[in-house]
C-alpha cells in the first residue's frame, strides 16, 4: 500500500515550507518512497475521523495500512528505520543521528517556536519586545553551541543523516529572523540542506498545494 501523510489544505505558512509535512515529504524523498497526501481544512483537523489519528487535531498523520503515526520526529524515525539513507549502518554513527534528531526537537526548537508565539499571538502585549528580546538570547546561546559543534564540518556526524535533517528544518524558521545569519556556518548549513534534491521536491510539492488554491 501507497503511505499517505496529511497536510494543510491552506498552510498557514503560504507554501514557505515551514509546516511540519515538509518534514515527512523530505524524509519520503530522500529514500524514495511514493506518497499521497490528504489535505485537510482547519475545521476537518478538528473533527472525529482526523482526532482518531491525531488525537491533538494537528498535522501531519502517516499511515501505511495498519499502522498510523503522528509526531515528525517518530515519523521520520520510522522512515529512517525501514529505509537505507537516513541512518547510518554503525552502532555509535547511528545513535549520535538519532541523539540529533532529539537535540533539534527538544533542544533548539522550544525557543524558535517561543519566538514565533511572541510574534504572531503576542505582539500587542505591552511586555512583547521585552519578551522577544529574552527569546532572541536564548536562540542565540543555542544557535552558538551548536555553531561550535559544527565548525567547518559539512554535516553534524559525518553524512548527511535524519538528525541533519530536523535540525535543518528546525532552522529553516529563524531565516526571515535575521538571527540565522550571525552565525555564517550553521546558515551556510542550512543552505547545504536546502539545495538537497529531495528537500527541492519536497518544498516544490508543498508550495504546489498554496499555488493552487491561490490560482484565480
Excluded: C
Excluded at 34 to 44: A, G, I, K, N, T
Excluded at 143 to 148: N, V
Excluded at 166 to 180: D, E, F, I, P, Q
Excluded at 210 to 215: G, V
Amino acid at each position: 500500500m501507497t503511505v499517505t501523510i496529511t497536510a494543510f489544505r491552506q498552510s498557514p505558512d503560504r507554501g514557505a515550507g515551514l509546516a511540519r509535512d515538509t518534514r515527512v515529504r523530505w524524509a519520503l524523498e530522500e529514500v524514495g518512497v511514493p506518497y499521497d497526501v490528504r489535505l485537510l481544512s482547519f475545521r476537518e483537523m478538528k473533527e472525529a475521523g482526523h482526532l482518531a489519528l491525531q488525537p491533538f487535531g494537528q498535522i501531519p498523520t502517516y499511515e501505511d495500512g495498519d499502522l498510523v503515526l503522528f509526531e515528525t520526529g517518530a515519523i521520520i524515525f520510522h522512515i529512517a528505520e525501514r529505509h537505507a539513507g537516513l541512518l547510518p549502518s554503525e552502532t555509535g554513527p547511528r545513535a549520535r543521528a538519532i541523539m540529533w534528531m532529539f537535540a533539534a526537537l527538544n533542544t533548539v526548537e522550544p525557543p524558535i517556536l517561543d519566538r514565533t508565539t511572541t510574534k504572531l499571538a503576542e505582539s500587542e502585549e505591552p511586555w512583547s519586545e521585552q519578551r522577544l528580546r529574552l527569546t532572541d538570547d536564548r536562540i542565540r546561546i543555542r544557535l552558538g553551541q551548536l555553531s561550535d559543534h559544527l565548525g567547518d564540518a559539512e554535516w553534524l556526524e559525518g553524512g548527511f543523516s535524519a538528525g541533519d535533517l530536523m535540525m535543518v528544518s528546525v532552522l529553516l524558521r529563524l531565516k526571515a529572523s535575521g538571527l540565522l545569519g550571525e552565525f555564517p556556518n550553521l546558515a551556510a548549513y542550512v543552505a547545504r540542506g536546502e539545495d538537497r534534491p529531495a528537500y527541492k521536491r519536497a518544498f516544490a510539492a508543498q508550495l504546489a498545494v498554496f499555488t493552487a488554491l491561490s490560482s484565480p
